[in-house]
């Protein structure tokens, strides 16, 4: 009974959602973000814990400042995806600029398939749906089932509402496999907290703990890998920034930990040029 009041309570706020349509979904979402960050402060420690340790310059009034703009985006990327199924390719591909789209095609044209690697930044949902469009390529995402079913099947059919394909973690890492040896292309989100007995990088100055599912794929595969960061601008466009993770000098086992590195250079750079908009309420330090 609480999956399906959970689940009624996700169709009310889509509907609303729609409602507003793509065109004032900004304002909203300020409204949304807002009123959790004021009166439903969930995470909001671990926010600014995590802003404070990752930016020590800033001062308190910053922080807050970054954490309230933190929940806005948090906010309107949910209801971004709420509309998803709701507008049509045109309009996706009207709201996004892409910065490295060609490289990627001619990489996938190889035959070699693709690996996309993205994180919890800016509008990632978007960034799956749009690149496919894009190059007229579906791709298959990998997802974590959620503990709700019905929020599951939910968000794996938005994520598949313009062609995507979903392969949920577990047996769906198979699939992943198969489609990059048809020559196809996948999309991983690789910058959740490890287990705490799992390898560390550096990021932000801090030893952090990371899953390597990501470096494994790509060095069993020996696809080539780009890293994709989709950033929400001003205006309400966004800007999905496309690069190759050269990993070719890699070629023991033990290179996978500086592709990792790499990997969290590479995000770290993009958060300072945004730093609202990655997913700060992730507990990423807990130890």
């Not at 709420?82 to 490295?100: N, Q, R, W």
């Not at 509402?161 to 989100?189: C, E, P, Y």
């Not at 993770?245 to 990997?263: A, V």
Request: aromatic share 14%; proline share 3%.
């Amino acid at each position: 009974m609480q999956n399906k009041i959970e689940y009624v309570i996700l169709l009310f706020f889509v509907g609303v959602t729609r409602a507003f349509g793509l065109k004032r979904i900004g304002r909203l979402g300020n409204v949304v973000g807002d009123f959790f960050f004021y009166f439903l402060p969930i995470r909001k420690s671990v926010v600014i814990k995590n802003l404070s340790e990752a930016f020590p310059q800033k001062s308190k009034r910053e922080i807050k400042r970054l954490a309230r703009e933190n929940y806005r985006s948090v906010a309107k990327t949910f209801l971004e995806a709420f509309l998803i199924p709701a507008i049509t390719d045109e309009e996706i591909l009207s709201i996004v600029e892409f910065k490295g789209a060609e490289e990627l095609k001619a990489a996938w044209e190889e035959g070699r398939g693709v690996i996309l690697l993205t994180a919890h930044f800016g509008n990632w949902e978007l960034a799956a749906v749009a690149i496919a469009l894009k190059l007229k390529i579906p791709m298959t995402v990998l997802s974590k089932q959620q503990r709700n079913p019905y929020v599951t099947h939910w968000f794996d059919a938005m994520r598949s509402s313009h062609g995507n394909q979903v392969a949920n973690l577990g047996i769906g890492v198979r699939k992943i496999f198969a489609t990059l040896l048809k020559g196809g292309i996948v999309g991983l989100v690789a910058d959740q907290r490890g287990p705490r007995e799992s390898a560390r990088i550096n990021f932000f100055g801090k030893p952090t703990a990371i899953y390597t599912g990501a470096s494994a794929m790509a060095f069993k595969s020996h696809a080539p890998v780009f890293l994709v960061f989709c950033a929400r601008k001003p205006n309400g466009k966004f800007s999905i920034e496309i690069n190759r993770l050269n990993y070719e000098d890699l070629i023991s086992s033990e290179g996978q930990q500086e592709f990792n590195q790499r990997y969290f250079s590479a995000l770290e750079s993009i958060i300072k040029q945004y730093p609202a908009q990655w997913f700060w309420m992730h507990n990423i330090w807990k130890y």
